[in-house]
């Protein structure tokens, strides 16, 4: 990082380029790194031996409509959870380490459920693998000095579940994170507002369910890709465990950056960390 932080001081304007240190911007660069190179499925199909893109075609048709239903029940749960029964408590000082490994290891007992049951097993075995995977997130976001009594920062855990999936929405010319996460802004600012003026007692508000299909659009990618490495016989209960254990760990780090950038961003200003952010991108992709 030593050679590169020059670099990043030339591509910040003058006046900006100060207010990030150097231990700062070396978080911003992980973040970079994770946001930016999500790595599921290159990393299922080094797992499996075979592009993820053909064991996606290899599903039966059932699957799809399969996958879709699970994944917007599973989109559906979380922010349920996400807005009712999340731990909120402010962690002491000194005892902010999310627990990762202990969510990775009950994400892959599921995925050990869904490896040895296949298809038929994802509406069971999803719903519960989201919501580990949120209650991780939410982990993670505290561990960042996140507010989970904020209920925007709450749905900001379930949008992390969009992340590493391109959509539509996306605009190839933007930083691939800054272009996702506009995308769905308005619709969480909106939501969250619903929400601190209602509660979920208009759970059905348009609002809340135009969230839900959106989030589940970007999911259903990776569901797809999940499903389809688990669904390969060779694999069984244990290659479901590995795969679920990989997909858990992928939208960890989704979080961890997101949640980085977010923190910095709360102590220099949204603007100074987007500068930043893109300057350092643009040194990675060199």
């Not at 989201?130 to 749905?155: C, K, Q, Y």
């Not at 759970?203 to 969230?211: C, D, I, M, R, T």
């Not at 709360?266 to 060199?286: F, I, K, N, S």
């Amino acid at each position: 990082m030593a050679r590169a932080q020059p670099l990043v001081g030339e591509l910040i304007p003058a006046g900006q380029a100060g207010t990030l240190g150097p231990h700062e911007l070396e978080q911003l660069r992980q973040a970079v790194r994770r946001l930016e190179h999500p790595s599921f499925g290159a990393r299922v199909a080094n797992l499996v031996g075979a592009p993820v893109e053909r064991l996606v075609g290899f599903l039966p048709r059932r699957a799809h409509a399969l996958i879709a239903a699970a994944t917007r029940k599973a989109i559906g749960a979380a922010l349920r959870l996400s807005l009712t029964t999340l731990d909120t408590r402010v962690p002491a000082e000194g005892a902010r380490k999310s627990s990762d490994w202990w969510h990775l290891g009950a994400t892959s007992a599921t995925g050990a459920f869904g490896g040895a049951f296949g298809l038929t097993a994802l509406a069971i075995e999803l719903p519960l693998t989201t919501t580990i995977m949120l209650r991780s997130i939410a982990d993670i976001a505290r561990s960042e000095g996140a507010d989970l009594n904020d209920p925007a920062v709450r749905l900001e855990c379930v949008r992390v579940l969009a992340m590493g999936g391109p959509s539509s929405a996306d605009d190839a010319a933007e930083v691939g994170y800054y272009a996702a996460r506009e995308a769905m802004s308005r619709m969480v600012a909106d939501a969250a507002t619903h929400v601190a003026r209602h509660g979920l007692q208009k759970e059905g508000a348009p609002v809340l369910v135009g969230l839900v299909k959106a989030i589940a659009e970007r999911y259903s990618i990776q569901v797809s890709e999940k499903a389809a490495a688990q669904w390969m016989p060779v694999l069984g209960a244990l290659g479901g465990a590995t795969v679920n254990a990989v997909f858990t760990d992928h939208f960890q780090s989704m979080a961890r950056g997101h949640f980085v950038v977010r923190r910095l961003e709360r102590l220099h200003g949204p603007e100074t960390v987007r500068v930043a952010y893109e300057a350092l991108a643009r040194l990675m992709e060199d």
